[in-house]
């Protein structure tokens, strides 16, 4: 991108976007344009894998690098947490929206693990809150056993 200096001459703004950078927000954009189901199965795909993953932990994968299992779970668990965040971020316009928030945040505020790895739930419950909020929702905690689970049946 060419700018006019003083005095005509053209010179390049080194604080202009290259093309490289305009590529990377235009993938960016088209992958994080709000889609909360695609977002939420794309969490859940993740999650299913790290679990899955974690009960090979030691088994190594020499197609992957010879990462273990469990490497390639921490992973899928990086990958869960970006799409938490990204069906967290927008608003829930729609009750479906509302309730995959709903639905990722129980399911990771309960894994202990997950919680002694990241604050990624309390961020998704923050979200869920306003969302509550901003729908005029009244939502409220049940206690839960240490070790429970939130199951209501």
Known sequence: MKTMKEGGDTARDEARPSAEHLARYARSYRMT????????????????????????????LPDQGEMTALQLAEGARATARFFAFMLAEAPARKTEHFEAKIMVYEAMAFDEAEIARTHTALMVEAAMQQDA??????????????????SRH
């Open 33 to 60: 344009t709000d889609q909360p189901v695609r977002f939420f199965w794309l969490w859940q795909e993740a999650m299913a894998h790290a679990l899955l993953l974690e009960q090979q932990a030691d088994d190594g």
């Open 133 to 150: 909020r901003e729908l005029g929702i009244n939502l409220s905690k049940i206690p839960v056993e240490p070790g429970g689970s939130p």
